[in-house]
């Protein structure tokens, strides 16, 4: 089993900047992408970037330029930089992993809150 808890939530002021973790327990071994999402308050759960195993990344044309996903295999953990927060960035940040026969993986979410 696979297990992902988000971690690095906060109240960020526009234009600061946020890391969140995605710490994984049991193997990643059959997870072809990894992933983060987000979903705001009345809003459907939305696709903010992708990883891949091989490295490719994808990213939500509203993030393109100012997030960053990552990850460090030795710490089993995927990393989501965030930086220029902008208000619509508000939402919760949820980590997924994708297994090709079990399905999705997902945590439990952290809050993100952007504003002044």
């Known amino acids: 089993q696979v297990q992902l808890v988000e971690s690095g939530g906060d109240l960020v002021q526009p234009g600061g900047s946020l890391r969140l973790s995605c710490a994984a327990s049991?193997?990643?071994?059959?997870?072809?992408?990894m992933a983060w999402y987000r979903q705001a308050p009345g809003k459907q759960r939305e696709l903010v970037a992708s990883l891949t195993r091989s490295g490719s990344t994808n990213y939500a044309d509203s993030v393109k330029g100012r997030f960053a996903i990552s990850r460090d295999n030795a710490k089993n953990t995927v990393y989501l930089q965030m930086n220029s927060l902008k208000p619509e960035d508000t939402a919760v940040y949820y980590c997924n992993a994708m297994h090709p026969y079990q399905g999705a993986y997902w945590g439990q979410g952290t809050q993100v809150t952007v504003s002044s």
């Open positions: 049991g193997s990643l071994f059959s997870i072809t992408i």
